[in-house]
């Protein structure tokens, strides 16, 4: 039921799969879900995939790793403990020349590993992001010049992919705080129906963002594993309005962050600060 939405896990499953069967990457194919053969699945969200669909996986491959070697010991004449599979080949732990291949060993006979993975819980998701920005109190404007996201995600099972994540994460967090606003009208229909009107920031638009992977092994995932995609959406907005207020001494509580509103706030304060010294 893991559906790659772009988040890479298509990429990272093969992975865990590869190293805890012993294989190579190449030789890794993930099917994509098809109900025709699969039951039903909730869907890809809670940045829960690797977590435990990665997890079912691992624990699966483990089971066919374990039929494997049961196997190979009947062909080499030996104990299963003292086998290992390393780059698809089995082989002697204590005579790593004594090898034979996978396919050599397993013939036509079919290996099946089957597994299921409940976790718990979600695994807990740890953050700290840090902006800065630039405000014109002219007129209100505001500028992301920098973004850095601390992550803690178990263990980077792909560190490219983890960096893309926090990234696409902070990006969805920037829109939803600077520039998105659905409009309904007085009988709640959608105004601002498509993206001329509904704001979403633009390539050139995105500030410079720097992911910073940190490793704290969790131990329900697969290889410690955890998620990551959706946490860096969430600090973007309190950062930014932290940011502001840092910058000119407004707070803004209501998203989106306009320019407008920034303008508004400042007028306020302004008036106040006269009213006061009067």
Do not use: W
Not at 117 to 131: D, E, K, L, Q, T
Not at 205 to 225: K, M, S, Y
Request: aromatic fraction near 4%; charged fraction near 25%; proline fraction near 6%.
């Amino acid at each position: 039921g893991a559906t790659d939405i772009g988040q890479g896990i298509t990429t990272t499953i093969a992975q865990v799969v590869a190293e805890e069967l012993g294989v190579k990457l190449g030789d890794v194919t993930v099917s994509r879900p098809d109900t025709e053969f699969v039951p039903v699945d909730r869907g890809t969200y809670a940045s829960g995939e690797l977590y435990i669909s990665g997890q079912a996986a691992r624990l699966a491959a483990a089971d066919a790793r374990q039929q494997l070697l049961r196997k190979a010991a009947e062909v080499m004449k030996a104990k299963p403990e003292d086998l290992e599979v390393v780059d698809g080949v089995v082989r002697l732990k204590k005579k790593p020349e004594v090898r034979k291949t996978i396919r050599e060993i397993v013939g036509e006979v079919a290996i099946v590993g089957r597994a299921s993975y409940m976790p718990p819980s979600n695994a807990p998701i740890f953050g700290a992001m840090c902006v800065e920005v630039e405000v014109d109190p002219e007129i209100g404007g505001i500028r992301v010049l920098n973004v850095a996201y601390a992550a803690d995600v178990g263990r980077a099972i792909n560190p490219v992919i983890v960096e893309g994540q926090i990234e696409g994460g902070a990006v969805m967090g920037l829109g939803f705080t600077l520039t998105e606003d659905l409009v309904l009208d007085g009988r709640g229909r959608v105004v601002n129906r498509n993206f001329t009107d509904y704001k979403l920031l633009h390539a050139s638009e995105v500030p410079r963002i720097e992911p910073i992977i940190v490793e704290c092994l969790e131990p329900t995932g697969p290889f410690a594993a955890k998620g990551v995609g959706e946490p860096a959406l969430v600090p973007v907005a309190p950062a930014v309005a932290n940011a502001i207020y840092q910058a000119v001494g407004v707070r803004i509580r209501d998203l989106p962050i306009t320019h407008d509103k920034v303008l508004r706030a400042l007028q306020e304060s302004r008036n106040k600060g006269k009213g006061t010294s009067s």
